[in-house]
Nanobody, 115 residues
């Protein structure tokens, strides 16, 4: 399984970005996919996850502002980020989880929220 995240960049506070995570390999058997983020000196934290059944989970800090979704082919996961604040600045990573307990990480994409 390989994951490729894209869509990061520089955006002003209050702006929006959409991140994409394109997956290849045996991704259809993944039980869930998600987005995580990390800032220097801090642990990587969960942002949002989505299961194969479409169930979603969000960190409290992004509820109502971020939306996770899957593409129709189920091999792409998106993170729509609205009303961005400087506190959302981080490297964002996508991850695929399997029922076996294995998980795979993609390389991160940097999101910078600054005026």
């Amino acid at each position: 399984v390989q994951l490729q995240a894209s869509g990061g960049g520089l955006v002003q506070p209050g702006g929006s970005l959409r991140l994409s995570c394109a997956a290849s390999g045996s991704i259809l058997s993944a039980s869930a996919m998600g987005w995580y983020r990390q800032t220097p000196g801090k642990q990587r934290e969960l942002v949002a996850t989505i299961t194969t059944g479409g169930g979603t989970n969000y960190a409290d800090s992004v509820k109502g502002r971020f939306t996770i979704s899957r593409g129709s082919a189920k091999n792409t996961v998106y993170l729509q980020m609205d009303s961005l604040t400087p506190e959302d600045t981080a490297v964002y990573y996508c991850r695929a989880d399997f029922q076996s307990g294995m998980n795979y990480w993609g390389k991160g994409t940097l999101v910078t929220v600054s005026s």
